[in-house]
């Protein structure tokens, strides 16, 4: 693997810099937490081997949680208690929740002080990690919703085996063919687990989740009923069955799904998974507005909790190569996510080579110029409204609810929950 080539050189004031780093005699331990090791041990395990042979004063121990939700649960109990990690990942929009408890350090210093440019973060990159008026953490992984779809049931059905359709009116189609020809089900939409998916629908018809201050939802307007109504026709015109999340990977691996909607974070599962059973194929997420359209950024940013100095300056070293180009690189070969750094990406002796072997991967990179963060709703109740905006999309694809009733309750709730403005 190819180490980073540029160095920071960047002297500044002593007032502009970080505090003076305390240097440790001996090895110093870390504890670094994750979420979703199921995707991301292989990465993380072999960046911590990487690291090790830069720096083998520095120790690192890792702990792990299932998912984003329950490990933002973790963090704010560990705190409760002063037990935190020195450096935790976190999904980008769980930021928001420790920048307003002050769980987070700002790292603007630390990249002021070795650069941030020079080191590949360029301010799209940054901006993905900035909550609260800080650089809460920086981005380690991102992701965005694409296709994946089987060749093989599609050439059975008479459609492209080489072409996923771009608009959904052609995939209510494509799915019909499969199902009549290929006997398999058309497609799943992955809108279980968070509200990834329900701000993909909102944000690819231009809306957006609260209005510019904050004071008032804005999901419930034009853009979030199309959002649902699009949802339901999924269901009643385009066939897609309620499978679940992990039901509907069981049944694509297995060749009884003609195509999936869902993050590129599982690309590498999926492969291995997949194997020769059929052909796989990767597309971008079909356009809903192709003027105003967006999607929804997922992923990790890694998040500075350390109090002690000592530990602090060797999570950031952990965390800024993590997050270097050899990082990127490591991550993204064992993943399946978007690079986010700048020169893991232009650098052809980083990623390169490895998106021309495998084309696969590049699906989520193309959509990168409409990306967007994904939106965190203030306050203390986040989880709790993901949630319920998961329940109320369920509705829908069990047909308990049309979208006008499943928009007006989910409205409802999600606005009880919301903090009261003064």
């Known amino acids: 693997m190819t180490t980073l080539s540029r160095r920071a050189a960047l002297a500044l004031p002593a007032a502009l810099a970080a505090p003076a780093i305390p240097r440790a005699q001996g090895s110093v331990e870390i504890t670094v937490h994750y979420a979703q090791p199921h995707i991301f041990k292989a990465s993380y395990d072999a960046i911590i081997e990487a690291f090790a042979r830069r720096e083998p004063s520095i120790r690192v121990s890792t702990i792990t949680s299932p998912n984003y939700e329950e490990g933002a649960q973790l963090i704010l109990r560990q705190a409760a208690t002063n037990q935190l990690p020195d450096l935790t990942y976190q999904g980008f929009n769980r930021l928001r929740i420790f920048t307003e408890r002050r769980l987070a350090l700002d790292l603007a210093p630390y990249l002021a002080r070795e650069g941030a440019a020079e080191n590949g973060y360029t301010p799209a990159i940054l901006g993905l990690a900035a909550a609260g008026g800080i650089q809460a953490g920086l981005a380690y992984a991102a992701s965005n ?6 060749a093989d049931l599609a050439r059975r059905a008479g459609q492209d085996p080489e072409r996923f359709p771009t608009r959904w009116e052609e995939v209510f189609a494509w799915a019909r063919a499969v199902r009549e020809r290929a006997e398999a089900d058309g497609f799943y939409l992955n809108v279980g687990g968070d509200d990834w998916m329900f701000q993909a629908l909102v944000f690819g018809h231009g ?11 804005a999901f419930d307007g034009p853009e ?3 959002a649902l109504t699009l949802l339901d026709r999924m269901v009643k015109e385009g066939g897609m069955p309620n499978l679940g999340v992990q039901g509907s990977q069981q049944a694509f691996v297995a060749g009884r799904l003609g195509a999936t909607m869902r993050s590129t974070a599982v690309l590498r599962n999926i492969i291995g998974a997949v194997g020769r059973n059929f052909a796989l194929r990767t597309s971008a997420m079909p356009v809903i507005d192709a003027e105003r359209g967006r ?3 997922g992923g990790a940013a890694g998040m500075i909790t350390a109090r002690d100095e000592t530990k602090r300056e060797a ?3 952990f965390l800024r190569f993590s997050t270097s180009a050899e ?4 991550m993204v070969i064992n993943t399946g996510y978007v690079p986010m750094n700048q020169i893991a990406i232009d650098d052809d002796r980083h990623l390169g080579a490895f998106y021309r072997e495998n084309p696969l991967f590049l699906a989520a990179v193309r959509q990168l110029p409409i990306s967007v963060p994904w939106y965190a709703f203030p306050g203390p109740n986040g989880v709790r409204i993901t949630q319920a ?3 109320h999309q369920q509705r829908i694809i069990e047909q308990r609810a049309t979208p006008a009733e499943a928009l ?15």
Do not use: F, K, Q, S
């Open 145 to 150: 919703p694409i296709t994946y779809w089987n």
């Open 207 to 217: 809306g957006r989740m609260m209005n510019a201050d904050e004071t008032d939802i």
């Open 224 to 226: 979030g009923l199309a």
């Open 295 to 297: 999607l929804p950024t």
């Open 315 to 317: 999570a950031w070293r």
């Open 327 to 330: 990082g990127t690189a490591i």
């Open 389 to 391: 905006i998961v329940n």
């Open 408 to 422: 007006r309750d989910m409205a409802a709730e999600v606005r009880r929950m919301l903090p009261r403005r003064a």
